[in-house]
């Protein structure tokens, strides 16, 4: 009984061991997996330096002096470039420029002009603008001359006659007044007609001689005369001359007549 017994237990242990081995050698088999191939090594690091890459020339500056005109006057543009440019123009008619540099335009009409600097490093530019006006209207013509009124109208129109009492020569307070005011009158004239002469005429009434009264008209006319002369009229404008009682203002034989004919007047010298 004990050898069956001992042999049977074998047997279990045989099976078990059996069965350990099996189970060992299924995971043995699990675990083992193929290894992955290595990574590819990376590329080659290049050392080699790399050149800057080429910069668009700059516009330090594009100016209009001045920005604003009248049409006719001129205005001046200044540019200034920097960087490797190989080409600089400026447009409406200009055309190609030095890097630095002005030119004077004179533009009809407002206009902006457009500069372009270009390199291996691209393009660069700038723009200025100049305004132009019309300019104002001319001024009118100035009128035409005043016609010129003969030296013997301002005469009669401007300057008053003296007037004397019958037979006398001396200049009575009307006659004074008169001649004062004819003072005014006679500069003006002589400045407007600075190589005329004036004739102070001496007339009498129709009483009297032709040579007595000849006598008093010129006595008349030099205290006219010299009466002028301390107001300032210069000497040598003014001629005295007698008609006496040849050249009447009226004919009547009354008082109200001869008193219109007692007079000193004044005209244009020949």
């Not at 890459?53 to 516009?59: H, S």
């Not at 300019?135 to 109208?153: K, N, T, Y």
């Not at 300057?159 to 009158?185: E, G, I, N, P």
Request: aromatic share 6%; net charge positive.
């Amino acid at each position: 009984m004990l050898s069956r017994f001992m042999l049977s237990r074998r047997k279990i242990t045989v099976i078990w061991i059996a069965i350990a081995l099996a189970m060992f050698a299924a995971g043995c088999k699990k675990k083992v997996a193929t290894t992955p191939p290595p990574p590819p090594p990376p590329p080659p690091v290049d050392t080699t330096p790399t050149a800057p890459a080429p910069v668009a020339p700059r516009v330090v500056s594009f100016t209009a002096e001045p920005t604003s005109i009248q049409r006719g006057q001129s205005s001046t543009l200044r540019w200034e470039i920097t960087g490797n440019a190989t080409s600089v123009s400026i447009d409406q008619g200009i055309g190609t420029v030095q890097n630095a540099g002005n030119r004077r335009v004179t533009p009809s009409d407002s206009v902006t002009y457009t500069l372009t600097a270009t390199g291996p490093g691209g393009s660069n530019g700038g723009t200025a603008t100049i305004s132009v006006s019309a300019p104002p209207p001319p001024p009118p013509p100035p009128p035409p001359p005043a016609p010129r009124i003969p030296l013997e109208s301002r005469l009669t129109s401007d300057v008053q006659d003296a007037f004397f009492d019958y037979d006398k020569t001396d200049l009575r307070s009307d006659a004074r007044d008169a001649l004062t005011r004819d003072v005014a009158a006679l500069k003006s004239i002589m400045a407007d007609f600075p190589n005329a002469v004036v004739m102070v005429e001496g007339h009498c009434d129709e009483r009297g001689s032709a040579e007595y009264n000849l006598g008093l008209g010129d006595r008349r006319a030099i205290a006219a005369k010299e009466f002028l002369q301390q107001l300032g009229i210069a000497a040598d404008r003014l001629k005295p001359v007698s008609y006496g009682k040849e050249r009447p203002q009226c004919s009547d034989s009354d008082e109200t007549c001869w008193q219109k004919n007692r007079r000193v007047h004044f005209a244009a010298g020949q």
